[in-house]
């Protein structure tokens, strides 16, 4: 299956270069291109991409308002996109709101193309991809400013086993590390996995650390 994409930068340069590189690889295929989230929003609704590649700092409208836009259900417009966030600015705030608007993943500009091809099948596959620089400075906020404990209500689902396994993510783990630190069949992670996604409203791992973390569940020091 091919995978189409929205490259949003409001650098010409950079858009061509980043198409150029995802158009190379079988599989990938770039269908548009956007220089602000304004455009971006217009074109995907149109031409209904599997992943968009954001960038955040764009005038008209910055890309993590253009991800609030893109996620949020719409009657009018049932196809939601995964969106790509890939910025030269790793700092806290960026992250965290690019995430909480709903991202599936989080690069930065200085990674090399085929992280950055494997980033959008990772995306589109309906997984989530954080770098682990990022992963580590937004795990760093956490621990020194902790939100209000919030949704915990949805958390009174899970089952033991999917509590324990959603600890697990939010440590960063994958399924197999999953499998192998719970001596479990990782066909078996996959199950508990998609039924804690179902359960808290999540679509991705992304979201899922992040309730996580917000009701508490999760320590960062864990």
């Not at 939601?80 to 709101?97: C, E, G």
């Not at 090399?112 to 997984?127: C, K, N, T």
């Not at 086993?161 to 197999?176: A, C, D, P, T, Y």
């Amino acid at each position: 299956m091919t995978v189409s994409v929205l490259v949003v930068d409001d650098q010409a340069m950079v858009r061509a270069g980043f198409s150029a590189i995802l158009d190379a690889h079988d599989g990938i295929h770039v269908i548009g291109q956007a220089a602000d989230g304004a455009e971006a929003v217009h074109l995907a609704r149109s031409l209904r991409p599997d992943v968009v590649l954001m960038d955040i700092r764009m005038p008209n409208l910055n890309g993590i308002d253009a991800t609030r836009e893109l996620v949020r259900p719409s009657r009018g417009e049932p196809h939601i996109p995964r969106v790509l966030v890939l910025t030269t600015f790793d700092a806290d705030d960026y992250v965290y709101d690019a995430l909480a608007a709903g991202a599936s993943g989080f690069l930065l500009k200085d990674a090399l193309p085929e992280e950055l091809v494997q980033a959008v099948r990772i995306v589109a596959a309906g997984d989530a991809l954080l770098a682990p620089s990022v992963t580590r400075r937004l795990l760093e906020r956490f621990a020194t400013q902790r939100p209000a404990p919030r949704r915990a209500q949805a958390l009174a689902e899970l089952t033991e086993r999917e509590r324990e396994i959603l600890v697990l993510i939010g440590r960063g783990l994958s399924n197999s590390e999953i499998a192998s630190e719970l001596f479990i069949a990782e066909q078996t992670v996959k199950t508990h996995v998609s039924r804690i996604f179902t359960k808290l409203g999540v679509r991705d791992r992304v979201q899922a650390v992040i309730l996580a973390f917000d009701s508490g569940l999760v320590e960062p020091a864990s």
